[in-house]
């Protein structure tokens, strides 16, 4: 079943991603490698690699700090309600990618709520249009993708934390570490592979982002939250142009990017002797 349906199409995109033409009339191209140098010369492009990029230089690193730092927290044995806070912390990852990016474009639409209490507060002179400014529809995506994926990662490492005894703290007390210390000198070490696996997932989900450029801010303005995924779709299917080959290449582009990516997240996260 693997092979069928997961090692069979990556091969057929592969091949698929030397042809040219639209639909059904696909025909390998001259050069051969047309579709690979197209990419580096169409701006649109370029430019969507660069607002992915964004987002992952800025998402990813917030999200996973403030998920281990929620993780240390909610492991507390003496904080009360722990299981209450933690369910308020990971429900936003139950909510469906499409419901919450359209929430969230509701919040800040001309007439939403964003807008009705900044105006009310005084904040802001007249109604803002969020989402159709460039910085401000860049933040908002940011600021959606941390509120929906930060409970997920801190589940990893709350897992993780459980697994470390609780005496090895103990222990850093009696010799005097502080909270600060200890964190730094004992969960951050011992809690290394996890931290590298959500950096290789983050890195992966963030480089194939979809559902929020798509649903927020249909990647305006001026393709400028347009995401890779987003212009891959565009190209495939969501123009009706069928450009099957160009879409193929660029999907294999964002492959051999998370491939590096993860490499480079492994080696650094490896700590072994």
Same mark, same amino acid.
């Given at each position: 079943?693997?092979?069928?349906?997961?090692?069979?199409?990556?091969?057929?995109?592969?091949?698929? !991603?030397?042809?040219?033409?639209? %639909?059904?009339?696909?025909?390998?191209? *001259?050069?051969?490698?047309?579709?690979?140098?197209? +990419?580096?010369? *169409?701006?649109?492009?370029?430019?969507?690699?660069?607002?992915?990029?964004?987002?992952?230089?800025?998402?990813?690193?917030?999200?996973?700090?403030?998920?281990?730092?929620?993780?240390?927290?909610?492991?507390?044995?003496?904080?009360?309600?722990? %299981?209450?806070?933690?369910?308020?912390?990971?429900?936003?990852? @139950? &909510?469906?990618?499409?419901?919450?990016?359209?929430?969230?474009?509701?919040?800040?639409?001309? *007439?939403?709520?964003?807008?009705?209490?900044?105006?009310?507060?005084?904040?802001?002179? &007249?109604?803002?249009?969020?989402?159709?400014?460039?910085?401000?529809?860049?933040?908002?995506? /940011?600021?959606?993708?941390?509120?929906?994926?930060?409970?997920?990662?801190?589940?990893?490492?709350?897992?993780?934390?459980?697994? /470390?005894?609780?005496?090895?703290?103990?222990?850093?007390?009696?010799?005097?570490?502080?909270?600060?210390?200890?964190?730094?000198?004992?969960?951050?070490?011992?809690?290394?592979? &996890?931290?590298? +696996?959500?950096?290789?997932?983050?890195?992966?989900?963030?480089?194939?982002?979809?559902?929020?450029?798509?649903?927020?801010?249909?990647?305006?303005? @001026?393709? !400028?939250?347009?995401?890779?995924?987003?212009?891959?779709?565009?190209?495939?299917? %969501?123009?009706?142009?069928?450009?099957?080959?160009?879409? !193929?290449? +660029?999907?294999?582009?964002?492959?051999?990017?998370?491939?590096?990516?993860?490499?480079? !997240?492994?080696?650094?996260?490896?700590?072994? *002797?």
């Amino acid at each position: 079943m693997i092979a069928v349906f997961s090692f069979w199409p990556m091969v057929q995109a592969f091949i698929t !991603s030397f042809t040219t033409g639209t %639909g059904v009339n696909q025909k390998m191209a *001259d050069p051969i490698f047309y579709n690979y140098t197209r +990419m580096f010369a *169409d701006r649109t492009f370029l430019r969507s690699v660069g607002n992915t990029f964004l987002y992952l230089a800025i998402e990813v690193p917030v999200m996973l700090v403030l998920a281990i730092l929620l993780a240390q927290l909610l492991n507390n044995r003496d904080l009360k309600c722990r %299981g209450l806070f933690r369910t308020m912390v990971f429900l936003p990852c @139950a &909510t469906s990618l499409v419901s919450y990016a359209l929430i969230f474009k509701s919040l800040f639409a001309l *007439d939403g709520l964003i807008n009705t209490i900044f105006v009310n507060l005084g904040i802001l002179e &007249t109604n803002y249009n969020f989402l159709g400014n460039t910085g401000s529809a860049r933040a908002i995506i /940011i600021i959606a993708l941390i509120w929906r994926w930060t409970g997920y990662n801190m589940v990893f490492y709350l897992a993780g934390l459980q697994n /470390i005894e609780y005496s090895v703290y103990e222990a850093a007390k009696i010799d005097g570490a502080n909270g600060w210390k200890t964190f730094w000198k004992i969960t951050v070490p011992l809690l290394m592979p &996890t931290i590298v +696996m959500t950096v290789i997932m983050s890195i992966n989900g963030t480089l194939q982002l979809f559902d929020e450029s798509v649903n927020l801010t249909q990647g305006g303005p @001026a393709y !400028s939250t347009m995401t890779m995924s987003h212009y891959i779709y565009n190209n495939a299917f %969501g123009q009706g142009v069928g450009k099957f080959g160009y879409a !193929s290449a +660029m999907s294999f582009f964002i492959f051999i990017l998370v491939a590096i990516l993860s490499a480079i !997240s492994m080696k650094v996260g490896d700590n072994r *002797d």
